[in-house]
Each structure stands twice: as structure tokens, then as C-alpha cells.
């Protein structure tokens, strides 16, 4: 800080000039402040992203090291970083300053192959959810997301009807639904088929199934199927 006795500017007779930076608040006492002086004086890296608000609709501008901002227009000027959105892939720690990030995405970056499937790791006692590759994810939750891979399973066993019954299959349809409850199909206008299911993996939990539907399969799903014959 100069001082008038050293023949130079005296911060203390000169009106201070007020910033925010990252939430807290500071004087300043010169018109002009760098991208790197306001790092400096938050304590932010170097290699951070600064961005100086600006009122809506507007887009805030990208304050660079060596960059000049006029703190002396109207109001006090806020600015802030970017804070990159932590995540990781079986085991392996990512970042990125994208919100959303696609299935395809994952396996891509975790160069997961094929046959395996990708779940994101949830808290007890929810269930991990099942990530298919068209499937968008929300980065910005609370907390880091964490996602990992493992040998897709084909072969399962649902309930149909009250009785265990082996499936291979991701998908099983309508009427192979019916099939499994009762041996067959039968085409017959007077016979109505219901079918309901429970248990389902995150992209049917539970519902009902008309004919020509058809819906993922997760261990231990529970289907019920009734016939009603209108003749």
C-alpha cells in the first residue's frame, strides 16, 4: 500500500471501491483490477475460470489473468469460478464443467466395453440405477457421482404368476408373458389377457403390458396374468 509520505498515492485518502469475490466481499483503491490480481486476492489459482456476473439476459463475461475489469461502474461487481463437477468411473476420477453427461459418454471416457453395463452408485437403501448409453445424467447433484461397470446380465429369473421362471433376455414381451404363465398364446378374440408387473428396473419400476408392448427385465420382477374369456 502506498502512502503520500513516500511521495505516492495514499490508499486511506481515497475512496475504496467494493468487490465480491466468490461470496466475500473486499475494497479495493485503484478504477482497475486484472484477472489475476482478483485471484491473487481471493486466494484462487491461476488456472481457474473467473467469470464476472453480468445482469440478465446478458451472458457473464470470462475474466482471463491479464485481463482488465472498471470496478467503478454502477454497482458492486461479483464474480465467481466455475467449479468443475467431480466424478468417477470404476475407480478412475474425471472432471468436467459440462452439467449432463450421456451414457455413451461413460463408457467412452471409462473405455468400458460393450458387454458390460454402467450403474450409477446410490446411496443405501436406494437401488444403483442402471445407465443406458442414450441415458443423460445430472452431474450437479449433491455430492460426487459415481458410476461403474459390470458384466451385463442376461439370464434371470422373474415370477410369473406365484412360480420362478428362467429368462434370458434384457426384454421379455407381452406375449411372451403370457406364454410363460399359461404355455401358450391363444389368438382367440373372446379371451382377454392382463398382465400387470412390479419390481422392474428404473425404466419400467411397475405398470401393466398391453399386446405388442414390451419392457426391460430385472432379477426377481413380478408379473401377474389373468384370462378372461368373453364368450
Not at 472432471?95 to 461413460?106: A, H, P, R, V
Amino acid at each position: 500500500m502506498f502512502t503520500q509520505k513516500d511521495g505516492q498515492d495514499d490508499h486511506s485518502k481515497r475512496p475504496s471501491l467494493e468487490l465480491i469475490i466468490e461470496g466475500k466481499k473486499f475494497e479495493w483503491f485503484e478504477q482497475f483490477i486484472t484477472g489475476k490480481q482478483l485471484k491473487e486476492l481471493r486466494g484462487l489459482p491461476l488456472d481457474c475460470e473467473l467469470f464476472l456476473d453480468i445482469v440478465e439476459p446478458w451472458k457473464d463475461d470470462a475474466i482471463l489473468n491479464d485481463e482488465t475489469v472498471d470496478l467503478a461502474r454502477p454497482g458492486i461487481e461479483q464474480f465467481y469460478i466455475k467449479q468443475k463437477l467431480k466424478y468417477s468411473i470404476d475407480g478412475k476420477n474425471f472432471e468436467t464443467d459440462k452439467q449432463y453427461i450421456k451414457g455413451s459418454q461413460i463408457r467412452r471416457q471409462g473405455n468400458i466395453a460393450a458387454d458390460f453395463q454402467i450403474y450409477l452408485d446410490n446411496k443405501q437403501p436406494w437401488e444403483d440405477d442402471l445407465i443406458e448409453d442414450d441415458e443423460i445424467v445430472d452431474l450437479a447433484r449433491p455430492g460426487k457421482e459415481k458410476f461403474y461397470s459390470k458384466k451385463e446380465v442376461t439370464e434371470f429369473i422373474i415370477i410369473v404368476n406365484g412360480r420362478e421362471k428362467q429368462w434370458n433376455q434384457k426384454t421379455i414381451s407381452f406375449k411372451q408373458v403370457v406364454e410363460l404363465a399359461f404355455g401358450n398364446y391363444q389368438e382367440n378374440p373372446n379371451t382377454v389377457y392382463t398382465v400387470t408387473y412390479a419390481k422392474g428396473p428404473h425404466q419400467n419400476p411397475e405398470g401393466s403390458m398391453v399386446k405388442g408392448d414390451k419392457v426391460f427385465v430385472t432379477n426377481k420382477m413380478v408379473f401377474n396374468v389373468t384370462a378372461t374369456n368373453k364368450s
